[in-house]
């Protein structure tokens, strides 16, 4: 059984329903979350956080609903890493990453620094004495410290430069901790994520391995992010003419921007099966992939 | 529109960026490239007069206005109406209780534009924001959707020069795709100057006109786009491209 997963969660703000009827299971080899800037993903890894409650599902820690966990485990297993600017910038590094360990175990910081790459003797500066790929890894040991068996990460690496970024993938690669992977970085979860889902207005709009579902989408907005990713020297990213800046309230909310729209779409598609491991809500799945 | 010369940004005697020369014409994108802490985004702050605490030397002149010996006065009418800077993160820059919608009315009038619901609504679909969240408040909004709220904001008011540090970095690649085309539009037929900060190379190659290469504060390699990208001089711009995924 897995650590944690979510049954058919609905989450909002102010009674408002923001992410629809999500199941999602954090499974081996890491999990990553894909999809449109404002689709829901941050709010689901608050969710797994323990920090949003569901308006209605579960998310299950182990045996039993995360809201009936018992705190101290939960955070010892589970543990977030936020983006750098999230780190206190009146604290010294050392402190910084002190802070998660029980008192008797504050020794351990030169370990946790040297850990993620970083020279011990860094614990005395403040973070903006450190570049920016520096403090992503104070914040990985600070996540470190406890000893965690998951991450959940969201965009760890988007502010970063691409040789720093290279090298922080390379330690979160190296890393025992499971992890729950946001990122816009198709090439990231790639690397970092066996299985992904992929979001759409709140909805998971496709799911399966990571490999296959980049090499072969089965829902058009998949397929349009793989396409729109830009190459070295390539053409300027296109508009699609369809801009049309508010999902579908009814049927499928893909289908105002989706190219391969049909009457059927005023109807809702469902999450199913669609190939072997893999799922899709789309009714031209079967087109999709081709 | 930006004209820079033998610009020097310095604390305490340490020099952070050192700029010989930057032009970005009308209709023009120039985009600066390079590893974090390299000077990058200190040399976009510097253009608009942004870094009190530090000691620059140079000459700086955006849409006219030499930005290092003008008075508050002048600058406070040049950022923002005529040069409006796009942050990374916008979020925490934005007034926590007001709301987006007061926000962009209040700018817009500040600067003498028309701030009807429609145009306001207009520069919010222009980059695929639903313009009901005019009525949220900027903590109730995603990361990507406050840094596309931000070029809203500079498209709305009209502005003749976009500095923008890392715009893009919190979009899913085919919001990217939109939000860049809307920009390459304001580029060809308003003659918008865009001065572009960015880790992406592979966006940069595809619609920078020239790039700036910074390593340690100083500028390293630069030339037309196409050049440099595909024939790199410089070991650390081959680098760059090397880490491309
Ligand atoms: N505190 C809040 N109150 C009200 N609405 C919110 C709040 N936080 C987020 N939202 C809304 O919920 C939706 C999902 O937001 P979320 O931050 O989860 O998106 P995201 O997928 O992480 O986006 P991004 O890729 O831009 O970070 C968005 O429409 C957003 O405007
Ligand atoms: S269901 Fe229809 S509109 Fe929706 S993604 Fe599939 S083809 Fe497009
Ligand atoms: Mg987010």
């Not at chain 1, 081996?28 to 829901?40: A, N, R």
């Not at chain 2, 306001?120 to 679909?125: H, I, L, Q, S, V």
């Not at chain 2, 880790?199 to 940069?204: G, I, K």
Request: net charge neutral; aromatic share 2%.
């Amino acid at each position: 059984m897995t650590m944690l997963r979510a049954e058919r969660v609905t989450l909002g703000y102010g009674g408002r329903p923001v992410v629809h009827d999500v199941s999602l299971d954090l499974t081996e080899g890491g999990v990553g979350l894909i999809g449109e800037s404002g689709s829901g993903k941050t709010t689901l890894a608050r969710a797994f956080l323990g920090l949003l409650k569901p308006m209605s599902g579960d998310i299950w820690y182990g045996e039993r609903p995360l809201r009936e966990a018992d705190r101290r485990r939960f955070r010892k297993d589970v543990q977030p890493v936020f983006q750098a600017e999230a780190l206190d910038p009146r604290m010294r590094i050392g402190a910084s990453v002190a802070e998660g360990l029980p008192r008797h175990e504050r020794g351990r910081v030169a370990e946790l620094l040297e850990q993620v790459g970083l020279d011990p003797a860094l614990a005395g500066r403040r973070p903006h004495q450190l570049s920016g790929g520096q403090r992503q890894r104070v914040v990985i040991a600070r996540a470190l410290a406890v000893g965690p068996r998951l991450l959940i990460l969201d965009e760890p690496t988007s502010a970063l430069d691409v040789t720093v970024q290279a090298r922080i993938l390379d330690l979160l690669a190296g890393l025992d901790a499971e992890r729950l992977l946001i990122t816009h970085n198709l090439a990231v979860v790639r690397r970092l994520c066996r299985t992904s889902y992929v979001l759409f207005a709140g909805r998971v709009v496709e799911s399966g391995p990571t490999a296959e579902l980049l090499a072969r989408p089965a829902h058009p907005y998949t397929r349009a992010l793989r396409d729109a990713v830009p190459r070295l020297g390539g053409p300027p990213p296109e508009a699609s003419g369809r801009t049309e800046a508010v999902p579908a309230a009814t049927g499928c909310p893909y289908r105002l921007r989706c190219p391969l729209a049909v009457a059927e779409c005023e109807r809702a598609p469902e999450l199913r099966e669609v190939a072997d491991g893999r799922r899709a809500a789309c009714h031209r799945a079967a087109d999709v992939l081709g | 529109m930006i004209e820079v010369r033998e610009l020097r940004v310095s604390y305490g005697g340490r020099v952070v960026a050192d700029v010989p020369e930057l032009d970005v014409g009308a209709g023009e994108c120039v985009a600066i490239v390079g590893e974090s802490g390299s000077g990058k985004s200190t040399t976009l702050l510097a253009l608009l007069g942004l870094l009190p605490d530090a000691e620059v030397s140079g000459r700086v002149t955006v849409c006219g206005v030499d930005v290092l010996t003008a008075p508050p006065r002048r600058l406070r009418e040049l950022r923002g109406a005529r040069a409006a800077l796009v942050i990374q993160s916008p979020q925490a820059a934005l007034a926590p209780s007001t709301r987006l919608g007061v926000l962009m009315r209040r700018a817009l009038r500040l600067h003498g534009r028309e701030a009807t619901d429609a145009a306001m609504a207009e520069a919010m679909r222009a980059v695929l924001l639903d313009p009901e969240l005019l009525r949220r408040y900027p903590h109730e909004i995603s990361g990507g959707q406050a840094q596309r709220f931000a070029i809203a904001l500079a498209i709305a008011l009209g502005a003749e020069v976009v500095l923008a540090d890392e715009p893009t970095s919190a979009l899913d690649v085919t919001v990217q795709a939109e939000v860049v085309a809307v920009l390459r539009g304001l580029l060809t037929e308003r003659g918008l100057a865009l001065l572009l900060v960015s880790h992406d190379l592979a966006l940069v190659s595809t619609i920078a006109d020239r790039v700036l290469v910074m390593k340690d504060g100083a500028v390293v390699e630069s030339g037309p786009a196409a050049t440099v990208l595909a024939t790199p001089a410089h070991p650390y711009t081959r680098e760059l491209l090397e880490a491309l995924p």
